[in-house]
């Protein structure tokens, strides 16, 4: 007999049927009720999923010992667990790698700059995939490298959808943090080229958090971040949010270049990206697809 009262099936059927109710276990602390709550006891799920609560308590203890849920030592309340949210964190960010990879291409079609998927972690902005522009005098790869994300478009994309409160947090931590810099490259000097490069003559530096804020409600008006040499000389850039399901920002496509080529053009290509970006959002489940 299974704990609803069923006779066990046997083999492959009884490992499913078990984890099939795991899984709604977990689907209870995923749902409304308990994120409002902050978690739900042993009883409340067991009444939402119809099992018997000692063998709900017994099931929680073990899915808690893996890490899947955690229980508030105060309240005694189960909530889903770090460990599955590092989990769901690493698959999401699998499936933006192969979703993005049409998509970046399109960008680097149409502009003919070095195209790249990026991501928040703390402080920094992470390159998760980059397809490379044709051109010999192009930035260098990015993948896997972090900078400083309050003095790059793709960072500034990346919090532009949090309230004040956070923004002011988050600033007050990481807004004194340097980059880490990776000038151009050429086939004939690929160590750099940041000599050869005009005198850095784009828009003031954002120095304080007022300005930050500034550039957050502007980004949030236009659909896109853009950046003229506040990064590093001679570079300039433009980034649109990557949006989930949730219509949460999970990641940024950016796209950057030499002034010289790509600095009268910003605008345009703001524009482009933040449309193809809306395209992988689609895909994500964030709206409707376009027709």
């Known amino acids: 007999m299974n704990d609803t009262g069923d006779a066990a099936p046997t083999g492959a059927r009884r490992n499913s049927a078990g984890l099939r109710r795991d899984f709604r276990l977990l689907e209870a602390l995923g749902s409304a009720e308990a994120e409002a709550a902050g978690g739900l006891g042993v009883v409340r799920v067991a009444e939402l999923v119809g099992r018997d609560k000692g063998i709900v308590s017994r099931t ?15 309240t005694q309340n189960y909530r889903l667990g770090y460990r599955l949210y590092a989990l769901a ?31 928040l972690r703390g402080g920094n902005v992470l390159t998760l995939s980059s397809e ?4 010999a ?11 400083a994300a309050w003095q790059t478009s793709s960072g500034r994309v ?26 151009f490259a050429t086939f004939a000097n690929p160590a750099g080229g940041l000599e050869s490069l005009p005198p850095r003559q784009g828009r003031p530096r954002i120095t304080d958090f007022a300005g930050f804020l500034a550039e957050m409600i502007k980004i949030r008006a236009h659909g896109y971040a853009t950046v003229d040499e506040e990064f590093e000389k001679g570079l300039v850039g433009v980034s649109a949010p990557v949006f989930d399901f949730r219509q949460n920002i999970v990641a940024a496509i950016n796209v950057s270049g030499p002034k010289p080529r790509l600095g009268a ?19 994500l489940g964030a709206f409707p697809r376009s027709r």
Do not use: K
């Open 60 to 74: 929680l203890a073990t899915l808690a010992e893996v890490g899947m849920v955690s229980r508030d030592p105060v």
């Open 89 to 119: 964190a690493r698959t999401m960010e699998a499936q933006l790698v192969r979703a993005s990879v049409p998509y970046l291409r399109r960008v680097v079609t149409a502009t003919r700059e070095t195209a790249n998927l990026c991501v």
């Open 132 to 135: 490379m522009s044709e051109y």
């Open 137 to 147: 005098f192009r930035g260098v790869g990015w993948e896997g490298v972090s900078t």
């Open 158 to 183: 990346l919090v532009s959808d949090w309230a004040e409160e956070d923004l002011r947090r988050w600033y007050d931590v990481h807004g004194n943090d340097t980059a880490v810099l990776r000038p």
């Open 265 to 283: 053009h910003l605008e345009e290509v703001g524009a482009l990206t933040a449309r193809i970006a809306r395209e992988l959002s689609a895909e």
